[in-house]
């Protein structure tokens, strides 16, 4: 390890802040500029935490190709950390299987897991980790990290440890800018209580002295030292690469990407090629892919990679790969590239990755496509990648995915219509309602030529669908909008007509035409019964036109049979004992209502959907009910919350954008959820709303489908309540 020049109050101030001594963890976020010397620090402290028995695990994002990729911090930390203490991994996978989606070597056999799955499994795997050893995560770069990394990162600095886990964040003060996505950010990370914040100013003139004396083979001269120390201005990685620019007989002008580009200058040809290749693709590129873009033989690439490893412009790694020694030093080499240049270098790299895609990953196959003008190719793989991302949680990711590929297609191209309900399923999983309605509307005011009715219909009734959850004025109203499906819908058994029926029933419903919904209903089950398709959304439609002719009686057995026909761990159950627990506190049976609270609160606990708005309301009700009955210990055992608030998330809001409690829900209006409760829907045929706030657990697809969208009090349970004892609704 190189010798720590002129940072030692930084480093007393790091290993105090995280206890490396006396353990106790705790969350610093450090910035610098470029070079300043961030990675260099934070591998004095990692070596000082080792020597005092801890773990440590660094994670690092990456630009270019890295940043398209979920997670991609967090599958190198728990990687490293599979190898660090398996046994940990292991009895966490056993109890949080999500936790395989970032293990390469499992991922076939995790299956889809939702971003709040993701991050307890996250949390729970560091925890874990630290019963051993305390441990310290570095996590590197953050501002390149992606968007589902972000939030992770915020979860973890906002919830913390109850043990002595160490999280520090590195980022790059000086490549942000008011749009930057790390800017908003940064804004949380800065409220958070208890995190750090550490800033590395450039170093004093007696350090870069030193290090230029330290830099070069010669002795430069106490001019020559004295030129180089006021040109670097403090930066210790600048000052190196002008104290080596000058032993090699460069002159001491320009600024840094001169310098820089001076060192690939200097390469041989073949040398120069190896580089210009690897700077196109990031900063890091394995053997393998190397081999298939150069046009060397083995003899010749070995000597080109000996020669640029010897002259410092890149290192080895292990697995076979080659990394640029600073990132600076690809961001120069690109810089510098001719557009014709970019152009085939990145045909290149689509052509390989196409080739065989065991090379990379699908979004770097969409990069360098739609680099290379191949926009087929370019779409194909980023709806590749999106779904990849949705696989490990990250459906922010994939939003941006399915954006791009919408982006490259022309607007007359039939498959924007599947592009954009894909992208919409993504915005809502990610949480972004109002993204998710705007994709779909966008579409359906702007249709391609050759788009079919039975499409179209589906885009009306997954957008009618959507817009019960956020409060948006549109020329069409949803009701609208699934009547117009309604007309569009292919007849007969099909069920896309299945689809649109149950969503214009829902419609019905919120407009309280009951005879209307109800008479639909009928056909829809029908309909249903044919295809062989589950009647919980139907029937979870339909319980409210029971209820509204207060039919106790028959509610309380089709609630039974809802039960009954429900799986155990269906997110959907959580609803349906809310339900029933509303019907028997209407009849005044406080504690048969209490138990169907309970039983909903305990289920969502265990799938991890607790902050969803009816197992909340569950725990919330549940309480109030307690309350009432006069079980005082009761009550304030079902109102003491445990768990750490929501994260905060920069902006807009207080909660990361994953929680369907967060941002996004924040913006649906009192109307809005005024019209959702009066009316008791679901969200079919849409992600739901049952997410946890560490973060969501919202799926477009999958699990959670069926959860509620709605508020649970409905105005009707709440005025007829009365009558048994006055419960207080929560909306």
Known sequence: M??????????ARLVEILGLDAPRGGGVVVSGDAGIGKSSLLARVSADAEEAGWTVAWGHCVGQSGSGVAHLPFTELVSRLEVLDPEAVEQVVATRPALAVLLPGRRDTAGASSPGQVAEAVHALLTVVDERSPLLVVLEDAHWADPSSRDLMTLLLTRGFSSAVALVVTYRSDDLHRRHPLHETLAVWARIAGVEHVDLKPLDDAAIRDIVATAGSLDLGARTTQEITRRAEGNPFFAEELAASTVSGQPISGGLSRVLWARVEQLSAPAQEVVRTMAVGGRTISHDLLVRLVDLD?????????????RHVIETRWPPAYAFRHALLAETTTAD?????????????????????????????????????DLVTAVRAAR??????????????????????LGWLPEEAPERDEVSLEASDAALTAGDIVRSVQLLRDRIEHPGPDQSPTVRARLLATCANRCRLVDLAFAQSPLDMTTEAMALAP????????????????????????PEAAALGEEATGLAERLGTPLTEIRTVMSRVIEVHDDLDALERHIEGLLADLGDRDPLRVRIHHQAATMHHRRGHLEQSLESYDRGAALAAELHIDWAPFALESRLIGGLTAYEIGDWDGAVRRLHVTDPPCPSRGGRSSTPRSCRCGPRAARTSPRARSRRCASGGTSTGSASSSSSCRPSSTTATGVNSRAPSTSPRTPSTTSSARGAGSTPSCD
Do not use: K
């Open 2 to 11: 190189r010798e720590l020049v002129g940072r030692d109050a930084d480093l």
């Open 298 to 310: 083995e003899a010749e690439l070995e000597a080109a990679i000996a020669e640029a490893v010897e």
């Open 337 to 373: 590239l001719l557009p014709g240049q970019r152009i085939r270098l990145h045909r290149a790299y689509a052509g390989a990755l196409a080739a065989d895609p065991g090379l990379g990953s699908p979004a770097e196959l969409a990069r360098h496509a739609a680099a290379s003008g």
């Open 491 to 514: 007849q007969g058994d099909d069920a896309d007509r299945l689809f649109v029926m149950t969503a214009h029933m829902q419609q019905l419903v919120d407009t309280r035409q009951y």
């Open 384 to 405: 590749e990648a999106a779904r990849a991302d949705l696989a490990v949680g990250g459906p922010a990711n994939a939003l941006q995915h399915f954006e791009d590929a």
